[in-house]
């Protein structure tokens, strides 16, 4: 529950116990959903002003669980149990209110919201009315004459006539907080559950239209072309003017106004013999001997169809797409040239390898006739075009040359058709492999990563990462999708100890599979 709707229960529930509808209060704070102990006491309050005295224990029994060093609420329950006539338990906690006085005379409790001052002869005051209800007269005595040396309001009187009546063998009245008396929330935080509107009107300062006095907020309008034509008052001279002759703007602030435009006047004339105008939609400066006043007259019976006002911006329009023009014949397709192997033969070992444009920035445009599109993952990503009866061996080289890494370090997996586990490449089983027997639809996705061998530890058997890990601490090891992993231990069901591209650390198990059996590689020394 927000403490804003709390808050807004809670003085709710305070204004009508005011007004002592206290049905209406009990209703308002069982709305609260979380409850506190000073809405537990207020409750326990209403409850006594009806005379639900069992309602008002529980009450004061919630109010206690929820603040245990409450001393108002234990002489309150205090009260409560000797009208119910319920004494051992009343002195109970008479004692344990006068505990939690924790030696001092009084205690105000304006600052927790409730106006009322407990003293500490009070609390003495009810332990002597129980003792007596009990009986035990000389008991109650010894208690009201320690109570008569505390210091405190109107103590002195009432002390006297309650030994008067302990002489008499007369019971004492109980002492309570006074009905109506309840825990207020603070003034500062109910003010500010009103809402308050800290921007206020808007006021139009100033404005390029004239007589605009529009302060509110819209969305903005769409643009029209034509004039706008401001509010004047009475008969006014004419704000519209035209321009004798084209100015060029020759300064900061000036406008450029081809001969015979109309402008509006929207200021006066400076020290400069400068006018403020606008034209065009556009606010600026033009010479005032330029100017001439427009006489515009129209004779009766005809409509003026003279533009009048501000000319607004120019309507500005997308562009339209082109025609097709229909009729002509597209131009005859080329077929690509037979494919030659003179033209893909591999290079030379003095010969670099010959990369188009296209490939080097890692995407052939167009790939040839019985060739393969081979894209490599590793650090970065690469792609290159070969024929289809490339040997593994010759494809292994030219991916090596393009990643500037020795053949021999490097270990290539793919995914089979349909499948989602990589399957490595071996070069040893498949000495007769080409491109042609993996490839599908002219293209090849390899994923390479560098060999790196680990001396002086026991590789239990190797797993394949099917996902990207990238550790959420020191201990942890990353990698990509497609590495390899040497796992070295297990560290639990879940996570085990590996080996990857130099690194060792653990793993979540889930985020690779098992390749195969058996140990892999026996410790070197």
Request: glycine share 8%.
């Amino acid at each position: 529950m927000l403490y804003t709707e709390l808050l807004q229960l809670w003085n709710e529930s305070v204004q009508l116990v005011d007004a002592r509808d206290w049905l209406g209060a009990l209703e308002k704070l069982q709305q609260i959903s979380e409850p506190t102990s000073r809405t537990h006491f207020n409750a326990a309050s209403a409850h006594l002003a009806l005379g639900q005295l069992e309602m008002a224990l529980k009450s004061l029994d919630f109010t206690i669980a929820k603040d245990e060093r409450l001393a108002v609420a234990f002489f309150q329950r205090s009260a409560v149990m000797m009208q119910m006539n319920r004494p051992e338990e009343a002195l109970s906690d008479c004692i344990w209110a006068q505990k939690h006085m924790r030696g001092n005379v009084v205690i105000d409790y304006r600052q927790l919201g409730l106006r009322f001052k407990l003293y500490s002869w009070q609390v003495l005051y009810n332990a002597a009315a129980v003792y007596c209800r009990m009986g035990q007269w000389d008991q109650a005595y010894d208690v009201l004459l320690s109570a008569s040396q505390e210091h405190g309001a109107g103590q002195v009187g009432d002390i006297n006539a309650a030994l008067d009546s302990i002489e008499r063998r007369e019971d004492l009245s109980l002492l309570l907080v006074p009905e109506g008396v309840v825990f207020r929330p603070r003034k500062q935080e109910v003010e500010q559950l009103q809402q308050k509107d800290f921007l206020g009107k808007a006021k139009v300062i100033t404005s390029m239209i004239p007589d605009d006095d529009f302060g509110g907020f819209e969305p903005l309008r769409q643009q029209k072309p034509g004039f706008y034509d401001p509010k004047t008052e009475g008969d006014q001279e004419s704000r519209y003017v035209y321009v004798r002759g084209p100015h060029v703007a020759r300064g900061p602030g000036q406008l450029t106004v081809p001969g015979g435009a109309m402008v509006f006047l929207f200021g006066e004339e400076d020290r400069n013999g400068m006018m403020n105008v606008i034209y065009d939609g556009q606010r600026g400066f033009l010479p005032a001997s330029l100017l001439e006043t427009a006489d515009i007259k129209t004779s009766k019976g005809k409509k003026d169809n003279t533009p009048s006002g501000i000319p607004l911006p120019p309507e500005l329009k997308p562009p339209t797409r082109p025609q097709t023009r229909h009729g002509l014949a597209a131009p005859p397709r080329r077929d690509p040239p037979p494919y030659s192997p003179a033209a893909h033969a591999p290079p030379s070992a003095s010969e670099p390898p010959m990369c188009t444009a296209n490939q080097q920035a890692g995407l052939p445009e167009e790939v040839q006739a019985g060739s393969v599109v081979v894209k490599v993952h590793y650090t970065f990503s690469i792609a290159l075009s070969v024929p289809l009866d490339t040997p593994y061996h010759q494809m292994k080289e030219l991916i090596a040359q393009k990643l500037g890494q020795p053949g021999s370090l490097l270990r290539f997996r793919c995914k089979q058709h349909g499948a989602r586990v990589l399957t490595p490449l071996n070069e040893e089983a498949e000495a007769s492999f080409t491109v042609q027997e993996v490839a599908e639809a002219g293209r090849l996705t390899l994923w390479c990563q560098k060999e790196d061998p680990l001396a002086n530890r026991t590789i239990l058997y190797q797993m394949v990462a099917i996902y990207n890990y990238g550790g959420q601490g020191p201990e942890d090891l990353e990698f990509s999708e497609g590495d390899t992993i040497d796992v070295l231990g297990q560290v639990n069901d879940e996570w085990l100890e590996g080996h990857c591209a130099g690194n060792i650390g653990i793993f979540p198990s889930c985020f690779a599979y098992r390749e195969n059996q058996g140990t892999i590689q026996d410790p070197v020394y």
